[in-house]
């Protein structure tokens, strides 16, 4: 099935800084690409009839002009060509049980979620349908990383859930278009200058080598994940921490490898931060350095600076990445290669986050270690972690450079985050004294 669609609006332009800098990552993933596709899902509260969510597909991408944009890419160039009509796939499962929908719902999420997209040729949006008894009872969007992060996923499923609703979604938005023109503005230049200059400045203080080169290389990348029930109640139960505690937890954790008292992390900012990017389906997310010193003092003062620590990162990670890398070609930079991409509630519409209540001591035993694949070897990267909702639980997925991080250590820093971030929870839990 395909949902058609014209008279939308069109131009063509300068990409964005989030859509050059997904770009260069993309591009260079090969067949892993697929995993970095966006997709997420939402129940209807009332059932629709297809051509009814056809028409509210439509309103989506009148609403958001990354929903139907092309990339054309030259080197470090790359351009946006917003087009005003075309065919949006769709893909359906039909005759579904009612008792089968959710699970019907998670294999299509699945399907989605690793079929690749070709951002140059394919409109980046793709639609799954579950329907059963003759109505749509789930909807599962899939958009590559180069159309929107996991923050724009958020904002299409409300828009979603608000038209399906009968209501109209709220908000003036910056299209991707309008926001490479504030990029190339004065202003724009200015708050990358000094986004440079803060990453320039962090770069200049941190370790140069914290991991040395240990064993013969793996030819490829091993990656692992830490399925953790307890991991997920206890970032719930910190609630508004958990963000500084996870990042707290794994310079402490790396720190205990390598012996640095001194981390740093590129680490993935939202960047909603100016007007009209707060509700908005595209990519703007980027890097962020996160510098932070001390890493061997007690965890909750740790956990105090984290904060601080990750939010200059925040402040910081709204620039041209392209400037940026000439700019660290010609400095003495320290290593800068660990990077950690918090995704944690992003996928609360198929139950992915809504850990089982349990006491800790009792989720712990049911924590599992698995080596589900081995990927190709990643330029500049000694490890990639993932904090990522699953049903009931929390994952912490790993892809390092054996040659620095042996699996056994990947193990230990694993299993080590997940150690610290409990014990925190449980601590903070206990009465005063």
Same mark, same amino acid.
């Given at each position: 099935?395909?949902? *058609?669609?014209?008279?939308?609006? *069109?131009?063509?332009?300068?990409?964005?800084?989030?859509?050059?800098?997904?770009?260069?990552?993309?591009?260079?993933?090969?067949?892993?690409?697929?995993?970095?596709?966006?997709?997420?899902?939402?129940?209807?509260?009332?059932?629709?009839?297809?051509?009814?969510?056809?028409?509210?597909?439509?309103?989506?991408?009148?609403?958001?002009?990354?929903?139907?944009?092309?990339?054309? *890419?030259?080197?470090?160039?790359?351009?946006?060509?917003?087009?005003?009509?075309?065919?949006?796939?769709?893909?359906?499962?039909?005759?579904?049980?009612?008792?089968?929908?959710?699970?019907?719902?998670? *294999?299509?999420?699945?399907?989605?979620?690793?079929?690749?997209?070709?951002?140059?040729?394919?409109?980046?949006?793709?639609?799954?349908?579950?329907?059963?008894?003759?109505?749509?009872?789930?909807?599962?969007?899939?958009?590559?990383?180069?159309?929107?992060?996991?923050?724009?996923?958020?904002?299409?499923?409300?828009?979603?859930?608000?038209?399906?609703?009968?209501?109209?979604?709220?908000?003036?938005?910056?299209?991707?278009?309008?926001?490479?023109?504030?990029?190339?503005?004065?202003?724009?230049?200015?708050?990358?200058?000094?986004?440079?200059?803060?990453?320039?400045?962090?770069?200049?203080?941190?370790?140069?080598?914290?991991?040395?080169?240990?064993?013969?290389?793996?030819?490829?990348?091993?990656?692992?994940?830490?399925?953790?029930?307890?991991?997920?109640?206890?970032?719930?139960?910190?609630?508004?921490?958990?963000?500084?505690?996870?990042?707290?937890?794994?310079?402490?954790?790396?720190?205990?490898?390598?012996?640095?008292?001194?981390?740093?992390?590129?680490?993935?900012?939202?960047?909603?931060?100016?007007?009209?990017?707060?509700?908005?389906?595209?990519?703007?997310?980027?890097?962020?350095?996160?510098?932070?010193?001390?890493?061997?003092?007690?965890?909750?003062?740790?956990?105090?600076?984290?904060?601080?620590?990750?939010?200059?990162?925040?402040?910081?990670?709204?620039?041209?990445?392209?400037?940026?890398?000439?700019?660290?070609?010609?400095?003495?930079?320290?290593?800068?290669?660990?990077?950690?991409?918090?995704?944690?509630?992003?996928?609360?519409?198929?139950?992915?986050?809504?850990?089982?209540?349990?006491?800790?001591?009792?989720?712990?035993?049911?924590?599992?270690?698995?080596?589900?694949?081995?990927?190709?070897?990643?330029?500049?990267?000694?490890?990639?972690?993932?904090?990522?909702?699953?049903?009931?639980?929390?994952?912490?997925?790993?892809?390092?450079?054996?040659?620095?991080?042996?699996?056994?250590?990947?193990?230990?820093?694993?299993?080590?985050?997940?150690?610290?971030?409990?014990?925190?929870?449980?601590?903070?839990?206990?009465?005063?004294?």
């Amino acid at each position: 099935m395909e949902f *058609a669609f014209a008279g939308l609006r *069109a131009g063509h332009g300068p990409g964005t800084w989030g859509q050059r800098a997904i770009w260069d990552v993309v591009r260079g993933l090969g067949t892993d690409a697929a995993r970095y596709n966006v997709t997420g899902g939402r129940e209807l509260v009332e059932p629709l009839p297809a051509a009814r969510v056809a028409d509210l597909v439509r309103a989506l991408l009148a609403r958001h002009d990354s929903l139907h944009t092309l990339l054309d *890419a030259d080197g470090d160039t790359v351009r946006q060509r917003v087009v005003p009509a075309g065919a949006v796939p769709v893909v359906v499962r039909s005759g579904i049980e009612a008792g089968e929908v959710l699970p019907a719902t998670y *294999a299509l999420f699945h399907e989605l979620q690793a079929t690749p997209f070709d951002p140059l040729t394919e409109l980046p949006l793709r639609v799954g349908l579950v329907i059963a008894d003759g109505l749509v009872r789930y909807v599962v969007f899939s958009m590559p990383h180069t159309a929107s992060d996991g923050w724009g996923l958020r904002n299409l499923l409300a828009d979603w859930s608000a038209l399906a609703s009968g209501a109209e979604p709220s908000g003036v938005l910056r299209q991707p278009l309008e926001e490479a023109a504030f990029q190339h503005s004065d202003r724009g230049r200015r708050r990358d200058a000094a986004a440079r200059r803060s990453w320039l400045d962090k770069l200049a203080r941190g370790p140069h080598r914290p991991f040395p080169v240990r064993g013969t290389a793996e030819p490829v990348f091993p990656n692992a994940v830490l399925n953790s029930p307890a991991l997920a109640l206890a970032l719930d139960r910190l609630a508004a921490d958990a963000h500084a505690v996870l990042l707290a937890a794994t310079a402490a954790a790396a720190a205990r490898l390598t012996g640095a008292t001194d981390t740093v992390f590129q680490v993935v900012v939202n960047n909603r931060f100016l007007p009209g990017l707060a509700g908005g389906v595209t990519t703007v997310a980027q890097e962020g350095l996160l510098h932070l010193p001390g890493t061997d003092e007690p965890f909750p003062a740790l956990v105090r600076r984290a904060f601080g620590a990750a939010l200059s990162a925040h402040r910081h990670a709204y620039y041209d990445k392209v400037a940026l890398r000439r700019d660290i070609a010609g400095a003495d930079a320290c290593d800068h290669s660990c990077f950690v991409n918090d995704t944690r509630g992003l996928m609360p519409a198929l139950g992915y986050a809504k850990p089982t209540p349990a006491a800790l001591a009792e989720a712990l035993s049911r924590t599992t270690l698995s080596w589900p694949v081995d990927h190709e070897p990643r330029l500049g990267t000694t490890f990639a972690l993932d904090a990522q909702d699953a049903p009931g639980s929390l994952e912490l997925a790993m892809t390092a450079d054996s040659a620095l991080i042996p699996r056994a250590d990947m193990a230990r820093l694993l299993y080590g985050i997940e150690s610290l971030v409990v014990d925190h929870a449980l601590a903070s839990a206990q009465p005063p004294a």
